[in-house]
């Protein structure tokens, strides 16, 4: 299965080695390791080692990890995961967006465009996600996406010696067809 997903800024596709070094540059960078638990700082290797082990993940269908890149300056700006679990047939989405581009639409649109594509090329029946509840700018993405709170998982993360809470969002596919009619 090629992947490659348009959205009127972004193109959502699969990574190369040579993004590398763009992912190193991005993830390397304290706000990250806070919010989501990325090593810092985070070295070359470990950009190599996930991206290497990525094309057999979407052959199999068990998580499509894919590059958030700008149209207008052909750079990566995020990235956005979304795995499988096909025994219940859901996604789980996950992303995060470069300290640079913050701000700008990009996570919105990026996870709007896979929320689609969950929805209609997989046949998902729900999408969910989860953040750290102090991550306001994340939970704000997934509310204007139309992914409802679902719970506080409370102190549910072990991250940089604090536990945090975790708050847990979905939409189904019959929510998501119904607003795509409105």
Same mark, same amino acid.
């Given at each position: 299965?090629?992947?490659?997903?348009?959205?009127?800024?972004?193109?959502?596709?699969?990574?190369?080695?040579?993004?590398?070094?763009?992912?190193?540059?991005?993830?390397?960078?304290?706000?990250?390791?806070?919010?989501?638990?990325?090593?810092?700082?985070?070295?070359?290797?470990?950009?190599?080692?996930?991206?290497?082990?990525?094309?057999?993940?979407?052959?199999?269908?068990?998580?499509?990890?894919?590059?958030?890149? !700008?149209?207008? %300056? =052909?750079?990566?700006?995020? $990235?956005?995961? &979304?795995?499988?679990?096909?025994?219940?047939?859901? +996604?789980? *989405?996950?992303?995060?967006?470069?300290?640079?581009?913050?701000?700008?639409?990009?996570?919105?649109?990026?996870?709007?465009?896979?929320?689609?594509?969950?929805?209609?090329?997989?046949?998902?029946?729900?999408?969910?996600? !989860?953040?750290? %509840? =102090?991550?306001?700018?994340? $939970?704000?993405? &997934?509310?204007?996406?139309?992914?409802?709170?679902? +719970?506080? *998982?409370?102190?549910?993360?072990?991250?940089?010696?604090?536990?945090?809470?975790?708050?847990?969002?979905?939409?189904?596919?019959?929510?998501?067809?119904?607003?795509?009619?409105?």
């Amino acid at each position: 299965m090629v992947i490659k997903l348009e959205s009127e800024r972004l193109c959502i596709e699969p990574f190369t080695s040579d993004d590398a070094f763009r992912i190193k540059e991005l993830a390397n960078d304290k706000r990250l390791a806070d919010i989501l638990g990325l090593p810092h700082p985070y070295e070359l290797k470990f950009a190599q080692d996930w991206i290497e082990v990525q094309p057999e993940l979407i052959k199999l269908g068990v998580e499509y990890p894919l590059g958030i890149v !700008s149209k207008k %300056s =052909r750079e990566i700006v995020g $990235t956005i995961t &979304l795995r499988i679990d096909k025994v219940n047939n859901r +996604g789980e *989405l996950g992303y995060w967006i470069g300290q640079d581009y913050l701000g700008k639409g990009f996570a919105t649109e990026a996870v709007n465009r896979m929320i689609h594509f969950g929805f209609t090329e997989l046949g998902l029946n729900k999408i969910w996600a !989860s953040a750290i %509840s =102090r991550n306001k700018s994340s $939970t704000r993405v &997934l509310e204007k996406c139309g992914l409802r709170k679902e +719970g506080t *998982l409370r102190q549910n993360r072990l991250l940089l010696d604090t536990y945090e809470d975790v708050d847990v969002y979905g939409l189904l596919k019959t929510e998501y067809t119904a607003s795509a009619l409105k």
